[in-house]
């Protein structure tokens, strides 16, 4: 009996993991996007002030080009697998910032105060050194969850930025806020902003430790997981800051965004109801107690509560009253749904703040509601990818980070717009890469690459498992 021997040859084979596409083709044509709109901006303020093609468009075509050139270049080559939205986003808000603030620099009304001068050019070399610290965060931030190690660090430091404005000689107390501080040739510097990146970092790296005790150590009454005493500590010492933060400097916008982002990462981390009820209470009366003896903050809620009062007191020569408020509504109400127009508004009678804190009822009035929606989608969708990153990250640091800088972020986006439409007092921060100030943007900029380099991690495919040295051929004997 013979028998036939077939061998069949059967190799162990190795699947790499399917990763996302790096989408940097798609960021690069969003990119070109995102130069092109605010240049025909740029000419359409020109055409409408002096009815020719302004004669600074080349350099300003160029230098935002340059700005969204050397960005994307860098996050292609050190974050390739970054979100594909974020830094379009970014440089498109920061374009058409930098147009309405040049259109308001050509302002006649403007021109004649003794304190002007021209806050575009400012603005574009900010936007310039905002985008340096963004690429630097990309080349030598390797990896986000190095920041972990720093976690107390961050709290030091953020410390450290708070109290500044405070020091004798170097803070600056300006219109009855003391939150910035003066270099000698740079002008001011507001430390607040560079504090939230830091308190983000210690926020994230302290929950991610403290998750499990401040989650499931509670007791149950009336539908809400009450916290221990003990675990109220953290809450309670970031709402005595914020009080502090109230009082010293007069700062409702900071101590409202720093205990905000602390409560929105604490919900994230411990899944329970009852610290937003917390937060909310404590925040409510740590505001009704300074308000009853803080006048600054009373005077910013008579302008919320009655703003036609406040304007008529002003327009009388009654010191301590803004007519700001009531000017800002008028922007929006002029504009009605599609604008009067780039360059053919009235919000410069605003005056010197209608760059910073009010450029918002520019855009109210000259783009209309339209165009206010438009620029608050936008906002939302920054908001909207920092989520997602969030979500796809694999580390609990990285989700925690990646939720504290987008809830920061869009809460300063709510308590600015809410302040200058009417809906809560105002704060005095300013909307982000819109508005005019250089810590601003360059913050905002740090915080953009910080979540592109979460979301590369988050999105970089897994690589391939190595092959098997024990797999060998196998024969398969059939008689």
């Known amino acids: ?128 050194l905002g985008v340096a610290l963004f690429v630097a965060v990309l080349v030598l931030l390797k990896d986000h969850r190095i920041l972990q190690r720093y976690t107390y660090i961050s709290m030091a430091g953020a410390i450290v930025l708070l109290v500044l404005p405070l020091v004798p000689g170097l803070g600056v107390d300006i219109f009855g806020a003391r939150i910035w501080i003066k270099i000698p040739g740079l002008g001011t510097v507001q430390p607040g902003e560079f504090a939230k990146i830091a308190l983000a970092i210690f926020f994230a790296g302290y929950l991610m430790v403290k998750r499990d005790a401040l989650a499931l150590a509670s007791r149950r009454f009336m539908g ?60 409510a009366a740590g505001a009704v107690g300074v308000a009853s003896f803080e006048t600054h903050v009373q005077q910013r809620v008579e302008a919320w509560l009655d703003p036609m009062n406040e304007y008529l007191l002003s327009q009388k020569g009654v010191p301590g009253h803004t007519e700001q408020s009531m ?78 800088l987008s809830g920061a972020f869009a809460l300063q986006v709510f308590v600015v717009a809410g302040g200058v439409m009417g809906l809560i007092p105002l704060t005095g921060m300013t909307m982000p890469f819109l508005a005019y100030g250089g810590s601003s943007v360059i913050a905002n900029w740090a915080l953009i690459g910080i979540l592109l380099r979460i979301s590369d991690t988050a999105r970089r495919p897994a690589p391939a498992p190595a092959p098997n040295p024990d797999a060998e051929m196998t024969q398969v004997v059939r008689p």
């Open 224 to 283: 809400l997981y009450l916290p221990r005493g003990r675990d109220l500590g953290p809450i309670i010492v970031v709402w005595i800051i914020s009080i502090l933060i109230l009082v010293f400097e007069t700062d409702l916008g900071t101590s409202l965004l720093f205990f905000g982002m602390f409560i929105i990462m604490l919900y994230v981390a411990t899944e329970r109801t009852s610290w937003i009820v917390f937060g909310l209470l404590m925040s």
């Open 327 to 404: 000017q800002a509504l008028w922007a929006f109400g002029s504009g009605g749904t599609l604008g009067t127009g780039l360059g053919q508004g009235n919000s410069d009678l605003i005056g010197f703040a209608a760059n910073s804190d009010f450029i918002l009822a520019t855009f109210g009035e000259e783009l209309g509601l339209a165009g206010v929606m438009a620029i608050l989608l936008l906002y939302g969708l920054i908001v909207e990818r920092g989520v997602r990153t969030a979500l796809a990250a694999r580390d609990p640091f990285g989700k925690l980070l990646a939720i504290g």
């Open 1 to 128: 009996m013979s028998s036939t021997t077939n061998t069949s040859q059967h190799h162990t084979s190795t699947i790499g993991a399917i990763g996302t596409p790096s989408r940097r083709n798609t960021e690069l044509a969003l990119l070109v996007f995102s130069v092109v709109i605010p240049v025909f901006a740029y000419v359409n303020v020109g055409l409408a002030i002096d009815d020719k093609v302004p004669t600074g468009l080349l350099s300003y075509g160029l230098g935002l080009g340059l700005i969204a050139g050397v960005g994307h270049v860098v996050v292609r080559k050190f974050a390739p697998y970054a979100d594909p939205l974020l830094l379009p986003l970014a440089t498109l808000l920061n374009g058409v910032g930098l147009v309405v603030i040049w259109r308001l620099d050509q302002s006649k009304r403007l021109q004649l105060r003794s304190t002007f001068v021209e806050a575009a050019p400012r603005q574009l070399l900010y936007s310039a």
